[in-house]
């Protein structure tokens, strides 16, 4: 072999080895990155763990009422560790086929954190390999070898599934969220004419109208718990919550109205046939 084979193979070699470093620096970088992306997601978890005083693992199956959602909005402490974490923010919605909903939706939210994790790695797995203009690409493939498979890469298949389990936990709240809200969605579904049809039947009784006016007296004040301000904190999420808290406000003041009109006329009905009977006589 010539001077010049051998000082081409060393070149090679050298580039081979250049590139090896390069591979091992982004593999690092990669690991390093999604472990800091996760554990900022876990620390999320454990400070609602803390303001529950629950274990972190407890958080997706816990069911939460209107208080217990208060309690994590209205957390100072909690507010005051999340200070320089970034919150996402999404919208409480509603829709007669759906009902009170989060959007974007929850599931949605899921799949798109974890779907962070594969168009890393897609990035990385196009990641241009050591080229040379005397030696051309360090490998044939031209990309640097760091991932060979998305669904088989060990390491992302647990870092992923660790990430799914710390997502259960902090999607619970808005879910939960959406459940609670849900409990008076038959005040946004009334039909207007059914309601009317109903109290305006002449056999309808004073306690039937009572307990119709309380009710939806007890939703205004449960909601006015739920919905004091329009936007909610909770947890990883800012949920702005002004249009459904408005869109409650305004269908009770109809309903509430409807029925005080319906006790009105028969009020003023029963009146008139007091009227008749008195002039009959």
Known sequence: MCIRDRVLQTMIRFQELANFIFERGIRQSFERSVERFIGEFGR????????????????????????????????????Y????????KCLLKYNPNIGVYISPRINKWKEGILNLVDETMKIIMGCPCLFST??????????????????TDSFAVARKEQLGKILDGLLNLPTQLEKVANEYKDILSADKDAIKEKFAKTSVTNEEYNAELQKLKNAQERLGELFPE??????????????????FAAQIARLTKLICQCIKHRIVLHLSLIHICRCRR
Request: proline share 1%; aromatic share 10%; with cysteine.
């Open 81 to 88: 560790r999340m200070r320089s974490m970034t919150r996402l």
């Open 230 to 247: 329009g936007t909610m904190f909770l947890g990883l999420f800012i949920v702005n919550c002004k249009y459904v808290k408005e869109l």
């Open 44 to 79: 999320v978890l454990h400070f609602m763990a803390d303001s529950f005083s629950v274990p972190a693992e407890s958080l997706e199956s816990l069911e939460f009422g209107i208080e217990d959602l208060r309690t994590i909005a209205d957390d100072a402490i909690f507010k």
């Open 134 to 151: 005397d030696l051309g690409y360090a490998r044939e493939s031209r990309v640097v070898s760091v991932i060979e498979n998305l669904e």
